[in-house]
């Protein structure tokens, strides 16, 4: 069955492919290509090939058989518009997510321009929402226009890891900003100002701001256990969601 997550924002992990390819400076030290390497050794079902991408047909039907409702973060292992991965795979995927409409379908791609073109051509199931990775100017930023030009129920950034300042974005069309820092032994810092930039124009703009984590650099710019750092910013938690009702307005 899919698993069950730690991650903050979403509840089950549904993971229909395993592995990936790196595409720009956020998959430097990728956590899931670490996890991977861990499960091929300990023999895990679908890590047989490390962090290879592997398609797992025998996964597509979890969320048929879940009731209750679920947000499913679709492949935190993977991404699903990954080059590599055949148009009728990504069919497959979507005709699942069209027949649960009690799940939601939170999908987070670095490949926006294939994401983009996928979606010229087929519509996106409404309990679907579609984001990407900006996780600095140069490869992050320009993927937000990709983004907008799906007709998605929800779009949304994932500002994680955060590397750099990002400066003034482009908002609009965009229903929902998740901020965090990295972690592990060779993380990068993340600033108090890069993050302040960034909920400063989501409250300007009427966007929902979530601040996942600190990572291992805290507020204070100290090295440490990123459950040390924590979660506040401004001194309080920031777990805004996407308002609905809002945008079917």
């Not at 290509?33 to 047989?48: D, S, V």
């Not at 908002?171 to 990068?188: D, F, P, Q, T, Y």
Request: charged share 25%; hydrophobic share 35%.
């Amino acid at each position: 069955m899919s698993n069950k997550s730690t991650i903050e924002w979403t509840e089950h992990t549904w993971n229909p492919m395993t592995g990936c390819t790196k595409v720009s400076p956020g998959c430097k030290h990728c956590y899931a290509e670490e996890m991977a390497k861990r499960l091929k050794a300990m023999g895990t079902p679908g890590y047989e090939n490390g962090f290879e991408l592997s398609l797992l047909p025998e996964r597509l039907e979890q969320p048929l058989r879940r009731k209750k409702p679920t947000k499913y973060f679709v492949n935190s292992m993977s991404d699903l518009f990954h080059e590599a991965v055949p148009a009728r795979f990504l069919d497959q995927v979507f005709d699942v997510i069209g027949r649960t409409p009690q799940h939601t379908y939170q999908i987070l791609t670095k490949r926006a321009d294939r994401m983009a073109d996928y979606f010229r051509s087929n519509k996106a199931p409404e309990n679907a929402w579609l984001g990407v990775s900006v996780e600095d100017i140069n490869y992050g930023v320009p993927r937000i226009d990709h983004l907008r030009k799906v007709d998605a129920t929800v779009r949304f950034l994932s500002v994680e890891p955060l590397l750099e300042d990002i400066g003034a974005i482009n908002l609009s069309g965009i229903h929902w900003v998740i901020v965090g820092g990295e972690s592990g032994r060779h993380a990068r810092p993340l600033k108090v100002e890069w993050v302040d930039n960034i909920q400063s124009q989501c409250e300007a703009q009427d966007v929902a701001f979530f601040f996942k984590q600190w990572g291992t650099w805290g507020a204070d710019g100290k090295k440490r256990n990123k459950k040390a750092n924590g979660r506040e910013f401004q001194g309080r938690v920031w777990d805004e969601m996407p308002r609905i009702e809002a945008i079917n307005l």
